[in-house]
């Protein structure tokens, strides 16, 4: 058996998220199998370097499988392109060790949400970021987010609440960036912030948990001190609120 390992990028809009579930193909993975399915006529499996939620985005997905086939790599990619819908995209694809797992072997990852500040809708970024209409103390939130960084119970920051795993993670950075988007056009620019977490891991639903209760710090709803404490507590209660699946994008899995 032959190992390939893709990097893969998609557009999650339309999609109800990563992982095949019962009675629907409308998942990345279901695409990707379906679509091997028709290739080599052999059911394969996908593995994900993790499950994106229904509507979140990846520019840098990683995934892997294994099949039987004479086909070249540059054959199988051109093939797969052709047949994949227009929102998901195969970038490269490399023949790996039959050991690699794109799960098991993902040292870490990085996440970017993105928030735009503006005072009207922003039609072209709509399915891509989360428009607020308050404005943002970047230098809150950044205090706010210094807490975060380390080794931590993140339990607070996750909405499953049923998980009998452990809910801690180290996230190694926390970038905040003021950027100013020009897409508005002839309504003029906007304000946007991006958020970019990496760490070795995330639970379900935590980037977007964070982002949620760093925009309360940023808009004076709590003091950046506040994290701190939510961390200590570990209630989810107590965090902010979980902002729109849009705005978030995987950017990388590292190896």
């Known amino acids: 058996m032959r190992n390939f390992k893709m990097l893969l990028q998609y557009e999650g809009t339309r999609y109800q998220g990563w992982q095949k579930q019962t009675g629907t193909d409308n998942t990345i993975q279901g695409k990707l199998e379906t679509l091997l399915f028709k290739m080599t006529g052999k059911k394969t499996e ?35 392109n052709f047949y994949l819908p227009d929102d998901i995209a195969v970038i490269s694809l490399t023949e790996v060790p039959e050991r690699f797992h794109s799960r098991l072997n993902a040292k870490g990852k990085t996440y970017c949400y993105r928030v735009i500040h503006a005072g009207v809708p922003h039609v072209f970024d709509r399915r891509y970021a989360h428009m607020v209409e ?26 499953n609440k049923r998980s009998k795993k452990s809910t801690v993670r180290t996230i190694s950075e926390i ?19 991006r958020f970019l977490y990496s760490g070795n891991g ?3 639903h935590m980037a977007r948990i964070i982002t949620g209760t760093l925009l309360e710090v940023g808009t004076h709803e709590r003091k950046p001190e506040e994290v701190a404490e939510i961390l200590r507590h570990g209630l989810r209660e107590h965090a902010g609120e979980l902002v729109p699946a849009k705005g978030l994008t995987l950017m990388e899995v590292r190896y």
């Open 175 to 193: 970038r905040i960036e003021r950027k100013v988007s020009a897409s508005m056009g002839m309504l003029g620019e906007a304000d946007e912030i």
């Open 46 to 80: 996908v593995q994900g370097s993790g499950r994106t939620d229904a509507g979140v985005h990846a520019l840098g997905q990683v995934a892997n499988f294994h099949v039987n086939t004479k086909m070249g790599v540059d054959e199988m990619m051109e093939y797969m």
């Open 202 to 204: 995330f639970l379900y």
């Open 134 to 159: 308050a404005e943002l103390d970047i230098d809150r939130m950044k205090k706010g987010a210094e807490y975060l960084v380390g080794t931590h119970d993140f339990k607070a920051f996750t909405s």
